[in-house]
Every structure is written in C-alpha cells, then in structure tokens.
C-alpha cells in the first residue's frame, strides 16, 4: 500500500468552529507533514513530526495544532480559523533513513495525500 | 537558506513534441536531493522524477530525464514524446536532508514557484 490518504476531501467552516484534518498512511514511515498550499502557488510546510514527534514547527499560527496519536495517523486541529486560511492542506509521510557514511545520506522520498480543500467563511 | 526558481510560469506543447522545464537553486548544501513533481488538476502530487546530488549520471525515468549540472546549480525537465496527460503544474523541488541525533534523517523540500505545461492535441 503505497497510498496517503485524507479526509475529508473538502471542508467548509465558519471562523468560530473547531473542525479537524485527518491523515493515514500504511507504508510504516516514521515522518510526517503537514503543508498548505494556495491555489497556483507551491505548498509551504507547516509542521514535520518524526518518530511521532513534533520536529519542526515553520512559525505556524496557533489556530492550528498539530498531533501525531500513532505512526499512521496525523491529525490537523483547527479552531477560529480566517478566511485567509482557505487553502488545500496537503499531508504527506516519508521513511526515516541511516545516511550512508560514503556517499551522503539516503534518499526519502515523500508521499503526498491527495489534500482536503479548506474553505473559511 | 536554499530557492529554487522556475523561470517559466507556463509552457505548452503539442502531443508527441519534446519540452523542456527549466529550474535553477541556490544552495551552500554539499548533499542534497531534487526532485520534480506533477500537479494535475486533480491536485494530486505525485513524484516524476529524482536526483540524488552525490551522483553525476542524470536520472531518467521513461520519458522523462533529467539535466543536472551542478556546478551551474541547474535541474532542467525533459519530456518526451508529451500526452495529453502530462498536463499539470510542475514543481521543482529541493531537498535537505534533516539528521537527527543518531544519524537518522528525514527530508525539508523546498519547492520552485512551479509550472502550468499544458499539452494541446
């Protein structure tokens, strides 16, 4: 199963409610990521989680959370989100590799969910 | 920090020609990866093609290949024999990878501003 999958595919909410993004992946990766992406423009990360873990965090605004609950799953909290947030959100998961001492570290690619269009009223 | 710049906003083609999509970054990374991915309007990103920056031979991938040279910091496309279904925005894309404590990595992409190739019948 080579496939990242996310729900819902679209979404619309108000700037008051609190709704949420799932995504799931069954290839064992251990890396996972959350990017936004406006239309034409190419995605921006938003957060990495690695082993499970909150590695990185690129300044994003606190409306959204982040959380990983088990290797598989990456969920993406959202709550008084602006309009300027509509966007698609974009998962996408990766292997953790061992670089190779002679030759730089391993290639890992990463796979990307098809998204879930956002849009904020 | 690294750019990647696609200088070609769009580009088309007619079916069966050859085109090329041009992609230029800006680095002090020894060790890097590139890669171009395809956007369809189905919005899907899937991976075309890569290149691990360690290896001098230019990566293909059936009608696909790539132009690195990476003294001149450049990562052109190449597609061949173009289908109606190459139609899409491309992306080039670069990628650090991250080493954690222990020597394991996963990877930050850094994406060009990207591509629309239309191919037309």
């Known amino acids: 199963d080579t496939e990242v999958t996310q729900t819902p595919k679209h979404l619309v909410m108000g700037m008051t409610n609190k709704k949420s993004l799932k995504c799931e992946q069954h290839m064992g990766h251990r890396a996972m990521y959350w990017y936004k992406q406006k239309a034409k423009k190419p995605p921006e990360l938003m957060f990495v989680?690695?082993?499970?873990?909150?590695?990185i965090n690129e300044s994003v605004p606190s409306r959204f959370s982040p959380e990983c609950p088990n290797s598989s799953l990456l969920n993406l909290h959202l709550h008084a989100l602006q309009p300027e947030d509509s966007a698609l959100y974009l998962c996408?998961?990766?292997?953790?590799?061992?670089?190779?001492?002679?030759?730089?570290?391993?290639?890992?690619?990463?796979?990307f969910g098809p998204g879930t269009r956002l849009t904020v009223l | 920090a690294q750019t990647v710049t696609q200088s070609q906003p769009e580009m088309s083609v007619q079916e069966a020609e050859t085109v090329t999509l041009s992609c230029t970054y800006d680095t002090s990374e020894s060790n890097y990866y590139l890669f171009w991915y395809k956007q369809p309007p189905s919005r899907q990103m899937i991976l075309v093609i890569r290149?691990?920056?360690?290896?001098?031979q230019n990566a293909t991938e059936n009608r696909f290949s790539v132009n690195f040279q990476k003294a001149a910091k450049s990562f052109s496309l190449k597609i061949s024999d173009s289908q109606l279904g190459d139609t899409a925005m491309y992306f080039c894309a670069f990628m650090k990878p991250l080493i954690r404590a222990g020597g394991t990595s996963y990877g930050k992409l850094t994406f060009g501003q990207g591509t629309i190739l239309t191919v037309h019948p």
């Open positions: 996408a998961s990766s292997d953790i590799v061992t670089p190779r001492t002679s030759s730089g570290s391993s290639y890992n690619e990463q796979f």
């Open positions: 290149q691990e920056a360690y290896k001098q």
């Open positions: 989680y690695s082993y499970e873990k909150l590695s």
